[in-house]
């Protein structure tokens, strides 16, 4: 089975500082890992994926994520936080290997609030 | 307009009645998810379709039905209300496995 644990469920930082947020997976075979963002009173969308191309992922709104394997690792950073960044940011798994079966899985969530 | 709309957006109801959400898209997709986001928990994959012909559980089915009546809506089923499946339920479609996109939103709330 997969799984994703997002570390921290509340994440704070000031205007124009680093974003972190961390996401480790478990997973039997390679995964597929995905940032999800979602804006109050709105459903989810696609921040940025990896499928096992390149292992620095580039996604919208600046943020980018990088793909460890050793560390078993998916962390989302963007180097300068905006006002309009301010959301809730899943990590998700899927085993896309399992063609005709490919389901995600989503971690808890982490609430990333910007301070002015 | 929303590529994926659902009805209604907030609901209200009571112990024991029955509810449907129901979920339709214009982007064309086959795959299409009925979603529970609780608090704290994110969120978790109630049913399934990869087309019209086909229906899968999720992770959390019980008490839950589904009904696909074309590719372009997926109906999702409370058959007796209660009160921990008070939540925000979200449907999804996709093309690109993984890439989901989702509707706005359905808040249901069981009292």
């Known amino acids: 089975a997969q799984s994703v644990t997002q570390l921290g469920s509340h994440v704070s930082v000031s205007e124009g500082a680093l974003v972190l947020l961390r996401c480790n997976y478990s997973?039997?075979?390679?995964?597929?890992l995905f940032w999800y963002v979602q804006y109050p009173n709105q459903g989810l969308q696609l921040l940025l994926k990896?499928?096992?191309?390149?292992?620095l992922v580039k996604g919208i709104n600046g943020f980018e994520a990088e793909f460890k394997k050793s560390e078993t690792s998916f962390h989302l950073t963007k180097p300068s936080a905006h006002m309009s960044d301010a959301a809730e940011y899943f990590c998700?798994?899927?085993?896309?290997?399992?063609?005709?079966?490919?389901?995600?899985?989503f971690g808890t969530g982490t609430r990333l609030t910007i301070i002015p | 307009d929303a590529d994926v709309t659902q009805t209604p957006r907030n609901r209200i109801t009571k112990t024991g009645k029955r509810i449907m959400l129901e979920c339709s898209q214009t982007?064309?997709?086959?795959?299409m998810y009925w979603y529970r986001q609780d608090p704290g928990l994110g969120l978790r994959l109630i049913y399934y379709?990869?087309?019209?012909?086909?229906?899968n559980k999720g992770e959390i089915s019980d008490g839950y039905s589904v009904s696909r009546q074309a590719q372009a809506k997926f109906s999702l089923s409370l058959e007796s209300a209660i009160p921990n499946q008070t939540a925000l339920y979200f449907c999804?479609?996709?093309?690109?496995?993984?890439?989901?996109?989702f509707g706005e939103g359905s808040r249901l709330t069981v009292l």
């Open positions: 998700a798994v899927s085993d896309l290997s399992n063609f005709g079966n490919e389901k995600l899985t």
């Open positions: 982007k064309g997709h086959d795959r």
């Open positions: 997973s039997s075979v390679p995964p597929y």
């Open positions: 990896y499928t096992s191309a390149a292992t």
């Open positions: 999804a479609t996709s093309d690109v496995p993984g890439e989901l996109f």
């Open positions: 379709s990869f087309d019209v012909k086909d229906i």
